[in-house]
Each structure stands twice: as structure tokens, then as C-alpha cells.
């Protein structure tokens, strides 16, 4: 007699059971190629570019050589969508089944999707169609050379924000006659009792870290239709940044609830088994990195274990990777499992330590920003030669200079006039230049 497993609908409804609130979710079964072509570019439908064809042969390289296995894409929209491997077995899609409400609760309640667009399918779809008619009208290439440039700043956007609602300011009284013409000749309405026409000095604004931004509104040296791409690109990586924030979190909410709605279901002894190796693979130890899936299942399961299932919920809607780790992760969880500090000592790779205050801190440290540097546009009219001068947010971890270099080759591109870039390396200040030309590094 065939085994039976639950439906689609039967899972969706357990997991609202179980305390979760998953917007509709479509699932759909795909083979291999469409799979890994999905998870290359990180959502259906999005514009054409060699770097994501790239990601697709190395994904799907280490998928035929038996080296890694994508059982499903979720994506976050409303509805939301899944793909999954047409080849999982039913126990496995019942597996990832679970695992995607998880995924879906989370995209749905954790305050950085807040503002996450639910069509986003949709939006991606008609950013590729104005890419495919800008390469029909200017060429492929051109428009490809343009998209190597900005895709090489697309994480430098800020995160989205709530708004602030400011309390709304009362009109100005209409100008009299006299008060229109004195306006006119003089450039200014007259002066009001105990007013002043001294000069007040405004402080600074804070420097723009939404480098993608500052380019596309202040750059003299794009057509409209590369403003257009830098737009598509920045609107695409603000909808990509919560997931950067999340990526332990998410996968571990998601791990914690797929092992809570398959131990609900009416399993034989041999589907157990074969659960508990599904989920031993996912929270599997990975040499050099932190495994999201097992650190993220770790401390959520220590929080309803010490706290409840209430504050269970509240760190999943409040939280990041960063107040996550700084304020859940213990010393027990790090040792259980085998958390260090490593790195190079000469020519060979040694343990730092193993103190767990230090350890929870280099976590915490390469966790802010996504581990990505910040860069802030701090003049756009240096020299007064309409130069561009940006500054790297020193955190503690240099950059990598060549990189950094051949960067800022891209950003001349995008900003048509020497670009120069304040950092600091080996403790030292530091501004690297590129004219056009040449690069050049001077030490302060």
C-alpha cells in the first residue's frame, strides 16, 4: 500500500495551527536546470546579465557532481512562491513543505520585509523588458558594459525605513500687493518684526550612504537611460537587502518550524529516520563559515526553552542577524557547536581562540551590514571640479585594495569625472584615486 502525505493545504493549515501566519504560497515542481537558473538570479524573471549565468554553472556544477542540493526556492512575494526539485521524493517535498511556511510566517511578520513589495515577480519582469529594449536600442553591449559597472555597487543602498510622519506646517499668509512687488525687485518678502537678514549657518548634512542613489540623481554624465538601469538595479537590491540582514535568522526560523510540523504528522518509523537525516544535513557543520540553518535552529530553540514561546515570536518580528547574536547566542550554544576564531598565521591556517566573548564579537563584527563595507559619499563637488569624494566607514577590517581599485574604475564610469576613496589600511589613512586614466594611492 502507497504511503499518503499531506497536501499543500494540509501543511499551510497546520503550520496556522502551530502559531505561524504564511501568506497563500504556490508550490511548483521544476527540474533541476530551472531551479538552479531561479536561485542564479535570486528571483524569476529578472534582467539578463553574464554574472548570473556565472552563478548558475557553478550552482549547478556542484549539483551535478554531487557537491550540494537545492531542495527549493522561496520567494517573498504575496502570494508567495516555491519551486521544488521535481526530483525530491514525497517525505523530502513534505520536508520542504514545512520548511517554506517558516520562510514565509518570517517574510511576513520580521520588521526588515516590512517594506518589501508583494508583486515583486511582476516588477523584476518589467525591469527586463526595458533592459531587452535598451539593448535593442543601444546595443547589447553598451548595455551590458553600463549594467558591469552598476551591479558592482548594488549592495552600496541604503536599507528601507519607515517613514516619518511630520506634524504638517500651517500656509504662509498670501502675500500682499506691496509685499509681491518688494519681492520681485528685491529677490526677498520684507523683513518681519525682529526678524534678521544674517546669514544662519546649517551643520552639515550626514554624509549619503546610498551610493546607487547619489549617482542616479546627481551624476551630469548618464542618459535617461542609464539613470533608468542604476533605478531598476537600487530598487531591486533595496527589495534583496532584508534577506541579507536575516539569512541566520530566517533559516533558522525556518528550520525550527519544519522540525515542529513534521513531528505533528502520523510518520512511520522509517520516515522518522529518513526526517532526521534530512534535517542532520541541513544543520550540518560547514568548514571556515557559520551554518545559518544550525546556528539560527540552535538559538531559537534555546530562546522558547529559556524564555517561552512569546518571546519565540518577538525575536522573530524585531530582531536582525546582528541584535540576534549580540542577544541570544550563549556560551553553551557557541560551544556545542565548536564556534572559533581562525586565521592566518604565516602559511598556515591556526585556531585564534576559542573565548567566547571574543567569538560572539567577531561574529557580531562581520554580521553589521551584511558584511559589507560602507561607503559614504561625503563631497560630490570636491575641488570644485565636480570630483567625487567618498569615504570608507572604517569598522575595523581593511579593504581589499585591489578590489577597492579596480572598483572605483566602475564608479569613474558611472560618474564621469576622478573619483577618490578615503579608507584606512595596515592602520594607516589612506586615499586611493582614479582619474580616468591612472590610479594613485596617497598615505596621509
Known sequence: MAKSYPSDQAIWELSRELGLDPCPVHFESVPAPVL?????????????????????????????YGLNKLYEMVVNTNPAYAFLLDSNS???????RAHVMGHVDFFQHNMAFSHTPPDMIEVVTRHAERVRQYEFQFGRDQVEAFLDAVLSLEEHVSWPTPPIHLPARAKPAPLSPAERQWVEELGHPPLGPGESRIHQIHPRQAPEDDLLKFIMQESRHLDDWQRDIVAMVRDEMVYFWPQIRTKIMNEGWASYWHVAIMRQLPLDDQDYLDFARLHSQVTAPVMYHVNPYALGYAIFSDIERRYGREALFLAR??????????????????????????????????????DFEEVRQKLVNELVHGGIPVIEVDDGD?????????????????????????????VYQLW?????????????KLILTYDGKTDSKVVL
Open 382 to 410: 570636491f575641488n570644485r571640479r565636480g570630483e567625487l569624494y567618498l569615504i570608507h566607514r572604517h569598522e575595523g577590517v581593511d579593504l581589499d585594495l585591489p578590489y577597492a581599485e579596480r572598483t572605483l574604475h566602475y
Open 416 to 428: 564621469g569625472r576622478p573619483v577618490h576613496l578615503e579608507t584606512v589600511a595596515n592602520r594607516k
Open 36 to 64: 538552479y537558473e531561479f536561485a542564479a538570479y535570486l528571483i524569476p524573471g529578472r534582467m539578463s546579465h553574464w554574472s548570473y549565468g556565472k552563478a548558475y554553472h557553478l550552482m549547478k556544477t556542484r549539483y551535478d
Open 90 to 96: 514525497e517525505l523530502e517535498n513534505t520536508f520542504v
Open 317 to 354: 518580528t524585531v530582531d536582525d542577524d546582528v541584535s540576534f547574536v549580540r542577544n541570544y547566542l550563549t556560551e553553551e550554544i557557541a560551544r556545542d557547536l565548536h564556534l572559533l576564531v581562525y586565521g592566518p598565521d604565516q602559511d598556515h591556517i591556526v585556531v585564534k581562540t576559542r
